[in-house]
């Protein structure tokens, strides 16, 4: 569809929609608000560049993402900004590079809000343009101001960026607290039962990971050996709230009803939802329906566990007839990981696949596998199939999404690509600063600059190539995309001229970097 009808037409129902003044948070029935594009972002956690059948992955049967890739466009340039979780979910909600806040990391299930509440969001944008926001999943991005008390409700948290709904985990489903968080109130706590966290020491009589194995049905390789729930060691100590604890194998079902539940309640009016898995970070606890489905162990269960919830989650847009009406995004917060904390056969059993493609390192490199992931964008009669190497990353969804529901706003770092991202142009962003675990790499055209840094060339926990070096690095990827041939040395005059690039927008204080221990 031609965009500036598009954008025309939007404009026109959004003037309907807000003459009728909805603002409520109750199911509508006006029919004539339905018509606004809805918004879906599908967000994997974890998930390689190589765990895809549309991307290459032949040992791994991924049908319902490849689906979507086959019949909306395939970024073969797509990217999150940054190695790890924390980091690229500030960057998709904001637009804004995460290096530009310093506790942007990997955070405790402990860590104060990460958003400043008075910045803009998406959620908050498409809001204020007349749209129900919702999230279901993965939060990861900080609950309230320190010192949460998990018995009260919870606040700041999603509802003060922008969502009007909220169903998530407040980390990860390694870290506690293992419960869910509906609208800042834990689900189904026992008030009689209240729950305590600390991330520096156990409670009094609470068993743990490293003191009693014989209670473990995962064992921990690192980190990853404080309080047990449901027979898994966590990051960090919980006491209470037993009644309100999650079960893992439970969770992808949990979420997709969630998920679901959201579209019924909101069909009849714009909507914009962050779908957030779990998989296929650790702990992997596939449904006992998916265990051994793939023949890759836990983390290729969970992968095909994931990919029949997005199937599941699509149908039901089907049904609901709110297909063609919708804009779904299919991405992932960073690139794979075999080992990242459990003895779960998930390098015994990895076979002949690749999770990161043909691609160098993996989740917390500089390389290109650690942040160059799955980038789908599907809308049923609205884009055309097609596969675009345009360069498009996370952090412009903000931006981009503002052109298409007529907003002028526009992120600090991310640019409007929404013409390519509706397959109407293939001139993607000619510039991008990537990070992993604080260090900054930059991509310029074909070419990406790793700049030197202090620190292990290999994370030996998670066997991973980190991209630190004594000198820097500088590749063609056009020419290698696997970043076997560094031309830093033989082309003095490129890597002049990226450097000054980079410092251009990343200043010259990029060495002032934290080492990650992963625990």
């Not at 689900?187 to 020491?201: A, F, M, R, T, W």
């Not at 209670?215 to 027979?231: A, C, D, P, Y």
Request: glycine share 10%.
């Amino acid at each position: 569809m031609n965009l500036s009808y598009l954008k025309l037409y939007t404009l026109y129902l959004a003037s309907l929609f807000f003459s009728c003044g909805l603002k409520t948070d109750q199911p509508v029935q006006q029919s004539t608000v339905s018509t606004l594009p809805n918004v879906v972002i599908i967000y994997a956690d974890d998930l390689g560049y190589g765990d895809v059948g549309a991307y290459g992955a032949t040992e791994l049967k991924t049908p319902n993402i490849d689906k979507l890739a086959n019949g909306g466009i395939r970024f073969t340039n797509g990217y999150a900004t940054s190695a790890t979780c924390t980091p690229s979910r500030y960057a998709l909600l904001t637009g804004r590079y995460p290096w530009r806040n310093k506790n942007a990391r990997i955070l405790p299930g402990t860590a104060p809000l990460l958003i400043d509440t008075s910045r803009m969001t998406l959620p908050r944008l498409l809001r204020e343009q007349g749209y129900h926001t919702g999230i279901v999943g993965k939060w990861h991005l900080g609950l309230g101001e320190g010192q949460v008390n998990w018995n009260d409700h919870i606040s700041p948290g999603p509802n003060e960026v922008g969502f009007d709904y909220s169903y998530i985990m407040a980390a990860t489903q390694d870290r506690v607290p293992t419960v869910y968080i509906q609208n800042g109130n834990v689900v189904g706590l026992d008030p009689e039962d209240p729950i305590e966290i600390d991330y520096q020491k156990n409670f009094s009589g609470e068993p743990s990971g490293k003191d009693n194995p014989e209670l473990l049905k995962m064992k921990w390789h690192h980190g990853h050996n404080n309080s047990i729930v449901n027979g898994i060691p966590r990051i960090g100590f919980m006491k209470g709230g037993t009644n309100a604890k999650w079960v893992d194998e439970n969770m992808a079902d949990t979420f997709l009803v969630k998920a679901q539940e959201y579209l019924k309640r909101n069909q009849n009016r714009p909507f914009f939802l962050y779908y957030a898995l779990q998989q296929p970070h650790v702990p992997r606890t596939p449904h006992p329906r998916f265990a051994g489905t793939s023949g890759l162990g836990p983390r290729g269960d969970v992968i095909v566990e994931a990919d029949w919830c997005i199937g599941e989650f699509m149908k039901t847009l089907e049904q609901e007839g709110l297909l063609e009406n919708t804009l779904v995004i299919l991405t992932s917060d960073n690139g794979p990981v075999l080992n990242d904390g459990y003895y779960d056969d998930a390098v015994e059993k990895l076979g002949n696949h690749m999770p990161s493609g043909v691609l160098r390192g993996g989740k917390y490199s500089l390389f290109e596998a650690g942040t160059r992931v799955p980038f789908i964008v599907y809308w049923e009669g609205k884009i055309k199939p097609m596969v675009s190497d345009a360069m498009v990353c996370q952090v412009d969804l903000l931006s981009s999404i503002a052109e298409l529901v007529g907003s002028n706003f526009r992120s600090e770092d991310g640019e409007n690509l929404i013409d390519v991202m509706m397959g109407n142009s293939n001139h993607g962003r000619e510039e991008l600063v990537l990070e992993a675990t604080s260090r900054t790499a930059f991509r310029k055209g074909d070419w990406v600059l790793i700049p030197a840094y202090d620190g292990p060339a290999v994370n030996k926990q998670v066997n991973i190539e980190l991209g630190n070096a004594k000198e820097a690095m500088l590749f063609n990827l056009r020419e290698d995309i696997s970043q076997q041939h560094n031309l830093a040395t033989t082309n003095a005059a490129k890597l002049s001229e990226m450097i000054q690039s980079f410092e251009k927008i990343r200043g010259q204080d990029y060495k002032d970097v934290e080492d990650l221990e992963l625990k």
